[in-house]
């Protein structure tokens, strides 16, 4: 399942596992990384939330954007490598 997860996601998980430099990896940073990721997706919700009951269309803008940095690092913290969750706290 994992495998077919990682093939699907490719396309987000390739830039951040790719590249050969060095990097320090912890573990902590891929549990952070994930409620990382959590809380940007709750506040994409919260952000729907709003604009829904504002029936304001410009909350759409923030809740795209939320949703899509949760998402990718829900996707790395996941189902991404060590060089990844490295790479996208920039560790060297």
Do not use: Q
């Not at 912890?26 to 919260?46: D, E, N, P, T």
């Amino acid at each position: 399942m994992r495998a077919l997860l990682r093939k699907l996601f490719a396309p987000v998980l390739n830039p951040f596992e790719s590249g050969s430099d060095e990097y320090v990896y912890r573990s902590s940073h891929r549990k952070i990384l994930i409620a990382l990721g959590l809380l940007f997706l709750l506040l994409s919700s919260g952000c729907l939330f709003a604009s829904i009951t504002a029936e304001a269309t410009a909350g759409l803008l923030p809740t795209t954007v939320f949703f899509v940095v949760g998402s990718v690092c829900e996707i790395v913290g996941w189902l991404g490598n060590e060089r990844a969750v490295a790479r996208i706290w920039k560790s060297r």
